[in-house]
């Protein structure tokens, strides 16, 4: 069996996903083309998205790394990027297992009526395979491993309800769908108190501006594109060390801005695709389910934060954290992890940031920006653990992608910067009984509590709570 799910998991979610989304739709009642074309057109968003974020990392990476070796920016921490840190997880003994162990947690949630959420994003599953490897080489149970991804996922599907119809309003064409992905969900908690603790300052409401108000009061200025192509010029610029250097590598310079904001200007073309292959999928859900179960067509179904990466809120507070989020890193005391192939990542923390600010550019910098200085102190603090893991997968599997350079620990921004993945660990390590008491309390308290939620309020009432909010 552990061998079957890695080899399945192995596949990556471009293959795994036409596959998943062909078969869902057969089994809604859509027929064979139109399911295998839906599928296929999200297998190739997950592939048009992977390409450009590769573009990132590819175009800042060499340019970052040229700009630690000349101011001395190097720290202790070495980041291994999210795809490593996935593979990681997922060949863990806990990794191995987690797709039908998770699966059987939602399907007693839906019976249960505590989630209203169906989860079929099974790529994101590495991120509660993480925390349980995490805990697994921390504690060396395995049973305490798996304890903690079911207690990091009942967590997040019941975060994906409570925001679901949140998430449903502020993005278009997003109807029936939530994001039960445990690194977005983390990160409502702050994006509900900063909100709220903006909103007590005095004047704070005059700088209400969205994505579209940038455009209109900079200009061209306030364009991703455009913005892309300064960030990465001014990385570039850095990169040289004096005037006739800088003068030296115009092409260098200008080339790296363009990418940068290629980056910009094609991601949100790519979420397109997610959007068409995902909507004919989702409709006949539904509609099934409206039909068949009395009272189910509150279900949401569980989807990838990519659909909705490319919203300009997002591209712009990203791009801007980045040089931000490198400064940080250097000044922050008790923090050594400097991320830099972690960068692309920085999109995904903001998915379900954005309907709670409602896309506006400043409160979504604040948060963003908290969110950032937490997230490097908690990486560092899990990077120890996580440097077991990896060390025990590369000499399982002689990956070089897992392999850590000599005299680092490992970290990733994603997933370990998350709230959630911080939390579990600190109860569960300092605390052991008593930590997985408080989690216990806590778990169940959010499962009856969402419970509650359920019973108590139809969709049309939650929409018309939102709406007059």
């Not at 009984?433 to 939620?453: D, E, H, P, Q």
């Amino acid at each position: 069996m552990e061998e079957v799910f890695k080899y399945i998991i192995g596949l990556g979610a471009a293959v795994m996903m036409p596959v998943i989304f062909t078969i869902l739709g057969l089994c809604i009642g859509i027929k064979f083309g139109d399911a295998l074309k839906s599928g296929l057109k999200v297998g190739v968003g997950f592939v048009g998205l992977s390409v450009i974020t590769a573009l990132l990392t590819s175009s800042l990476g060499p340019a970052l790394n040229s700009v630690v070796g000349i101011y001395d920016l190097s720290l202790q921490v070495f980041d291994m990027g999210w795809p490593a840190a996935a593979a990681v997880a997922y060949n863990t003994a806990v990794g191995a297992f987690i797709i039908p162990v998770c699966l059987g947690v939602n399907l007693l949630m839906l019976a249960t009526k505590t989630t209203r959420t169906v989860n079929i994003d099974l790529w994101n599953y590495w991120h509660f395979a993480f925390i349980g490897a995490v805990v697994y080489f921390a504690s060396d149970s395995i049973l305490w491993g798996f304890f903690a991804a079911i207690v990091c996922y009942v967590l997040t599907l019941v975060i994906a309800d409570l925001s679901a119809a949140k998430f449903q309003k502020f993005y278009e064409g997003m109807d029936g769908i939530s994001i039960p992905q445990p690194f977005c969900a983390g990160f409502v908690p702050f994006a509900i108190v900063v909100n709220k603790a903006l909103d007590k300052i005095p004047g704070f409401s005059k700088l209400d501006i969205d994505a579209e108000g940038l455009k209109k009061k900079f200009g061209v200025m306030g364009e991703p594109l455009l913005l892309g192509v300064l960030v990465g010029i001014g990385i570039g610029c850095l990169t040289c060390t004096s005037w006739a250097e800088i003068m030296d590598k115009i092409p260098y310079i200008l080339g790296l801005g363009i990418k940068v904001g290629a980056v910009m200007e094609l991601i949100p073309r790519v979420t397109v695709l997610f959007i068409e292959g995902l909507r004919p999928i989702s409709d006949a859900a539904r509609s099934l389910i409206a039909r068949k179960f009395n009272g189910a067509e509150s279900l949401s179904i569980g989807m990838s934060p990519a659909l909705v990466i490319g919203h300009p809120t997002t591209l712009v507070v990203s791009l801007l954290l980045i040089p931000v989020t490198l400064v940080i890193a250097v000044i922050l005391p008790g923090n050594q992890f400097l991320p830099l192939a972690s960068l692309a990542g920085m999109f995904y923390l903001f998915p379900l940031v954005l309907p709670y600010t409602k896309g506006n550019v400043v409160k979504t910098f604040v948060v963003g920006l908290v969110s950032i200085i937490f997230g490097l102190l908690f990486v560092t603090q899990l990077a120890p653990y996580f440097t077991l893991a990896a060390q025990d997968v590369y000499a399982a599997t002689g990956d070089a992608a897992v392999a850590i350079p000599e005299g680092f620990s490992g970290g990733s921004l994603d997933f370990a910067a998350s709230p959630f993945s911080w939390l579990i660990f600190q109860l569960m390590n300092s605390w052991k009984l008593i930590g997985a008491g408080i989690l216990v309390i806590l778990t169940l308290g959010a499962a009856i509590y969402n419970r509650t939620r359920i019973l108590r309020k139809s969709p049309a009432i939650i929409e018309e709570e939102i709406i007059a909010e």
